[in-house]
């Protein structure tokens, strides 16, 4: 269970990104958070893994409040947390396999991926992730081959075999067009259910969040300015 309380973050620019936010996901739901560009979104993601050093607040996961870890602790949590980029954020001259070995072995062991030395029971575990998200015949192309969808696919992939406590995943669409989009949106949340994992997603198309998160929270200027299920914000809309 992820719990952040009143996370601030001003960057030395003088910009107040985050005002003071609290969130709670937990169980295995799926949390959007929309908001117009700029509101905050990436910011907060990035806070709570430390990506970005929040100015106060804390974010507590399974009661560990990773603002006060040293960097050793830091690296140990982030094994636990699932990170999902735009830009995919693959090892591009690496297969498919090596980019989702990387995951499971952590930042720590990346020459493994190098000299091809990897536990088989890794390489399996890799495979069934693979075969789940419909790449198990890519396995030994390399990223630089794949389309937006099957590059996004494998950053799923990556994400999930760390068997995380919980998987962030930042505007996982906005490289894709609208129907693969679609097919990236399902097949995360369906995993995340599957393994009862809870999401956190940021994502700008409103239409995408309604359709497939179990919550949405709106954040505008910094700060939460709506907090309802889908339902709710179709009703009522978002008055930002
Ligand atoms: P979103 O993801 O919702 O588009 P961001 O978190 O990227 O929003 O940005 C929130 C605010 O923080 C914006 O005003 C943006 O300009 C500012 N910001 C983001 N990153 C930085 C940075 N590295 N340095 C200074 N300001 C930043
Ligand atoms: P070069 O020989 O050009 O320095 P490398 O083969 O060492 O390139 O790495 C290519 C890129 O991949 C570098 O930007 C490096 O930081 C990144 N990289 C290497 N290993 C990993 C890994 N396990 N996970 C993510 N990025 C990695």
Same mark, same amino acid.
């Given at each position: 269970?992820?719990?952040?309380?009143?996370?601030?973050?001003?960057?030395?620019?003088?910009?107040?990104?985050?005002?003071?936010?609290?969130?709670?996901?937990?169980?295995?739901?799926?949390?959007?958070?929309?908001?117009?560009?700029?509101?905050?979104?990436?910011?907060? !993601?990035?806070?709570?893994?430390?990506?970005?050093?929040?100015?106060?607040?804390?974010?507590?996961? +399974?009661?560990?409040? #990773?603002?006060?870890?040293? *960097?050793?602790? #830091?690296?140990?949590?982030?094994?636990?947390?699932?990170?999902?980029?735009?830009?995919?954020?693959?090892?591009?001259?690496?297969?498919?396999?090596?980019?989702?070995?990387?995951?499971? #072995?952590?930042?720590?062991?990346?020459?493994?991926?190098?000299?091809?030395?990897?536990?088989? *029971?890794?390489?399996?575990?890799?495979?069934?992730?693979?075969?789940?998200?419909?790449?198990?015949?890519?396995? +030994?192309?390399?990223?630089?081959?794949?389309?937006?969808?099957?590059?996004?696919?494998?950053? !799923?992939?990556?994400?999930?075999?760390?068997?995380?406590?919980? &998987?962030?995943?930042?505007?996982?669409?906005?490289?894709?067009?609208?129907?693969?989009?679609?097919?990236?949106?399902?097949?995360?949340?369906?995993?995340?259910?599957?393994?009862?994992?809870?999401?956190?997603?940021?994502?700008?198309?409103?239409? &995408?969040? !309604?359709?497939?998160? *179990?919550? !949405?929270?709106? &954040?505008?200027?910094?700060?939460?300015?709506?907090?309802?299920?889908?339902?709710?914000?179709?009703?009522?809309?978002?008055?930002?």
């Amino acid at each position: 269970m992820l719990i952040v309380s009143e996370l601030q973050k001003t960057y030395p620019t003088g910009d107040e990104a985050l005002k003071g936010v609290d969130l709670s996901v937990e169980g295995s739901e799926t949390v959007a958070m929309i908001g117009p560009s700029g509101a905050g979104k990436s910011t907060f !993601i990035r806070c709570i893994n430390r990506l970005t050093e929040p100015t106060a607040g804390t974010v507590e996961l +399974d009661g560990e409040d #990773l603002t006060g870890l040293d *960097d050793e602790a #830091l690296r140990a949590a982030r094994r636990d947390i699932g990170m999902i980029f735009q830009e995919y954020n693959l090892v591009e001259r690496l297969t498919v396999m090596e980019n989702v070995l990387t995951g499971r #072995l952590g930042y720590v062991s990346a020459w493994a991926a190098f000299r091809r030395n990897f536990p088989p *029971d890794a390489i399996e575990r890799a495979y069934e992730i693979l075969d789940r998200v419909g790449l198990g015949e890519m396995a +030994d192309k390399r990223v630089d081959e794949l389309s937006g969808g099957q590059r996004q696919r494998v950053g !799923i992939a990556r994400a999930v075999i760390q068997d995380p406590k919980i &998987l962030l995943v930042d505007e996982p669409t906005s490289s894709l067009d609208p129907e693969t989009s679609e097919t990236v949106m399902k097949l995360l949340t369906e995993i995340a259910a599957e393994r009862e994992v809870p999401v956190l997603i940021n994502i700008h198309e409103v239409d &995408l969040a !309604i359709e497939h998160a *179990d919550r !949405i929270v709106g &954040l505008h200027d910094g700060e939460l300015v709506f907090e309802g299920t889908p339902g709710d914000l179709d009703e009522h809309g978002l008055d930002t």
